[in-house]
């Protein structure tokens, strides 16, 4: 896997996220995720195929969730609700992602999104990187793409 694939995704992820997040969103540099297990309260990961192959995991809190779900929508999300609302938002960045990235003549697919909370161990792949947002008056969310 080049280097180059490597940025574009990083930097498709970046402009993904301040596009599907309505609001202030400020981003980290990335950095390399070295743990094997992941910890959320509320995540999704979704898989990453084509021209780049690996995984998306998408972490928040429960009410970092449900305070954007409500901003973007209008009503409180709790519950199923949250956790469905929390699968589509992790299809809403990834979709964009795809559609961002293919602008590079990169070509990715994605597959439906596994929503989890608690522990996820990962395994598998090259290199981990993680990108840590803070979004304005909401909380962080942490996106960890890996590489396989």
Known sequence: MSSQLVTHLLNSTTTAIK?????????????????KDIKTE????IGIT???????YLMTKKHTSSSIAEKMYGVSVEGDMLTSFQGEFGNMIS??????????DVEIDITPPTVVEGKVTTNGHKVALKLSASILDIGEMDVILTIH
């Open 19 to 35: 596009s599907v997040v309505p609001f202030e969103v400020q981003m980290e540099k990335p950095t390399l995720f070295r743990d």
């Open 42 to 45: 509320l995540g999704v990961v």
């Open 50 to 56: 084509g021209d780049i192959k690996g995984t998306m």
């Open 95 to 104: 979709g964009n992602i795809s559609r961002i990235i293919y602008s590079e």
